[in-house]
Structure formats: structure tokens, C-alpha cells
């Protein structure tokens, strides 16, 4: 979606459209384009796919505030017209999470639904935050920093860097000497 978030799953259409899928509070999901992008570039050194144009899906509404005892919601999507290249997906996926999804630890927010659906009432409420996702974020940052400065430059690179350092401070935070708050 243009605001950065992706689906939490999907269904295709015959002829290959999207089509009914499900757009929800699970906050781990957009972090998953970049973690595969980041081990496919590494892992064959082909970063021809960072150039694939891609539209953007798009809701007639946006992501509404979660309703009592929901995850999500499922749709029909609309294309937008925007289309940019996948490198941009993943910023802006990057940017999502750092600019609308950090708790007061400076965590991401684990949102609801997210990949350990027995902790996904802690994030129903906006409030619960994230250790696993802080370490995965990290583990993705530091796989994507060098695709950053070769596309972007220093500049971007540093930007994410600072972002990245931030967040490694917040998670170790949370050490307690022999385990991670959860």
C-alpha cells in the first residue's frame, strides 16, 4: 500500500490479479519484502529485482483503527495508478516502522495477529511492543545498508544507519542480564 504496509495474505484472481485479501494490524508483514530481498540480493548477488516497477495496492479507505476482538479487515483492491521500483517498496515499508510503529521504548509495535499469534493481544491495543521484531528489523537493516548507499548514496545509507543504531540501543535496553523483556 502507498502508506508503506503490504497484506497479510491473499488470494489471486484466475487471470493473476490480486484479489480478496486481507490488510491488517499484524506488524511484522511488511518487514518480510525486505528480509527476502535482502537474502535473495545476498545470497546470488542479483539486484536486478530491486528495479521491478510495482504498483501499489490501494483501499478506498484507509486503515481504520482495530474494532473490538479484530485483526484485520478483507477487501477487494483497488491498483493505484503509483507504481515504483521494489527498492522503494522496502524503504517505505523501512519508513512505516520508524516513523508510525515505534513504541515509547523506541520498539516496533507488535501490532496484532503478528507472527507469534500467542502474544497478539499484547499489540491489540497499540500499546504492546516488540523485542523479536526489533532484532529482525536490525537483521534486515544491516543486509540492506549497502543496497541503500549503492542505489542512493552515503547520505540515505546514513539515515538508515542512524535509524539502525537507535534501534539497537532500544533493544539492549531490555536486556535483563540473562534474557530480553518480552
Known sequence: FPEGDTVHWFF????????F????????NLLWLGWGIAEYTRMTGDTTLLDEKVTYLKAETPLLGLPEGKHGMGFYPLRSPKADPIFEH???AFDC????RLGPNGLPL????DWN?????IGAEGRGESVWLG?????????FLHIIEER???ARKDHYAAKLAALEASVEKVWRGDRYLR
Open 12 to 19: 489471486r484472481q484466475q487471470d493473476g490479479r490480486s484479489g
Open 21 to 28: 485479501l486481507c490488510r491488517s494490524h499484524a506488524y511484522d
Open 90 to 92: 522496502v524503504l517505505k
Open 97 to 100: 516502522v520508524f516513523e508510525k
Open 110 to 113: 507488535i501490532g496484532a495477529g
Open 117 to 121: 499469534d500467542g502474544l497478539d493481544e
Open 135 to 143: 532484532f529482525f528489523l536490525t537483521y534486515i537493516l544491516k543486509n
Open 152 to 154: 542512493s548514496g552515503t
